[in-house]
């Protein structure tokens, strides 16, 4: 066993000095997504992605390859990013899903498609880069991210165009909970001084840090650049923070986009900051699609002080006005999409709604979790909760198909 980990630790190392060579995908040599139909600066195309919930269901698909339709217009990037563009939302709704998918070409020596170059370079940019998925995608990467203390990190991809008036418009796309990175989901306890999550900050540090020099190199212009970021989950709190952090930097010194072109959609992000200016004007272009039945966006709880930087946006929940009457059309969308049904455990949905209200009455503050009692209370709110419910809630799939099958209106803005 101590030979296997060293040999795992010397693999890692050795890869890191580009003594051993590591699959990476490439843009100019995939295959393009299906082009449905496609305008000077609108482009439909059927993109490929790894549906989890299809995955756990069919056993004849265990990668749960799917396809969806996808659709981006680059004349929404001329708008303010401030105001919500529901288009934008359901196209990084599919994306973060693409992104998270792009692990299983790394995990695979490249057996597997690259699905994030293959949907990117479909929709027109260029310079796709996902490197960073090396040495973050296999058994033996997550045994050397413990091995190391690097769990407060996470995969990405980066994309760029030209716009129609010019402006380059940068695509950032950070994948969600994987392997060990899920660790850092507890980063709550260690302080540092800011407000964010401690977790969460480390990993959108190195996203920025790598972007930073990303738009360096491809010679972007700050006040002449856009940029697009999204995730899901974990993925999501992270690109929360990193819009926040280009929201702040517009205009300064060290600005990498223009002050109105932070464009953020993010999807079951967990609450990522206790900054008490939030929700302030700066981060006007952020955005935080939460499903409230959905536990992972309700925790750190929000009694603690956790929110999201920008405006949270509300799916149709159990005991809205719409939700009966949306709910078919989206299980509709995630049966075409996954080919698995979608069948709604009302009561249990209701119950999962709550679940932060419960749990805020047994942990008052996050030292509870480290008391016995606490840590138990907890414990038995987790084990009472729907499995199967919980995990539709916050599936990609089931946030894929709500923005396809509804419109704006449907939505709850907080």
Not at 204 to 227: C, F, K, Q
Not at 270 to 289: E, L, V
Not at 300 to 325: H, K, M, N, Q
Request: with cysteine; proline share 5%.
């Amino acid at each position: 066993m101590i030979v296997g980990l060293f040999a795992i630790q010397m693999r890692y190392v050795a890869a890191s000095m580009n003594l051993v060579s590591i699959p990476q995908a490439s843009a100019a040599t995939s295959q393009p997504a299906t082009y449905a139909c496609a305008t000077s600066t609108s482009r439909s195309v059927d993109v490929e992605y790894c549906s989890e919930a299809a995955a756990m269901r069919d056993p004849d698909n265990p990668a749960g390859l799917t396809s969806t339709r996808l659709a981006l217009d680059d004349a929404w990037f001329s708008e303010d990013a401030g105001s919500y563009n529901h288009g934008i939302a359901t196209a990084c709704a599919v994306l973060s899903a693409v992104c998270n998918s792009e692990s299983r070409f790394y995990s695979s020596d490249g057996a597997e498609a690259p699905y994030a170059e293959r949907a990117l370079t479909a929709l027109g940019f260029q310079h796709v880069r996902t490197e960073s998925y090396a040495l973050r995608s296999t058994v033996i990467d997550q045994v050397a991210a413990l091995m190391n203390g690097t769990n407060d990190m996470s995969a990405y991809t980066f994309a760029a165009k030209s716009l129609p008036n010019g402006d380059t418009l940068a695509f950032v796309g950070v994948r969600g909970s994987y392997g060990t990175e899920w660790l850092s989901n507890f980063s709550i306890f260690e302080a540092s001084g800011l407000p964010d999550h401690e977790g969460y900050r480390a990993a959108e540090r190195e996203v920025a840090d790598a972007l930073a020099v990303y738009l360096r190199e491809i010679g972007a212009d700050p006040s002449r650049t856009r940029v697009l970021t999204t995730g899901h989950s974990r993925g999501g709190a992270i690109a929360n923070l990193l819009a926040a952090e280009l929201a702040d930097r517009a205009n300064g010194p060290n600005a990498l986009a223009r002050e109105d072109g932070v464009y953020a959609y993010t999807f079951a992000a967990p609450g990522a900051t206790r900054s008490k200016a939030c929700d302030a004007s700066a981060y006007r272009g952020i955005f935080n699609i939460v499903n409230p039945s959905d536990i992972v966006p309700q925790l750190p709880l929000s009694s603690w002080g956790y929110a999201r930087y920008g405006t949270t946006i509300e799916l149709p929940s159990v005991g809205d006005p719409c939700f009966e009457t949306e709910l078919p059309a989206m299980q509709q969308a995630y049966e075409r999409n996954t080919g698995q049904t979608n069948q709604c455990n009302l009561d249990a949905l209701g119950s999962l709604a709550a679940f932060d209200s419960k749990i805020a009455n047994l942990l008052p503050t996050p030292d509870s979790l480290l008391s016995p009692t606490g840590a138990f209370s907890a414990l038995q709110q987790l084990v009472a909760v729907d499995a199967n419910s919980a995990f539709l809630s916050h599936c990609p799939d089931t946030y894929i198909a709500w923005m396809q099958a509804i419109d704006e209106d449907a939505l709850s803005f907080a």
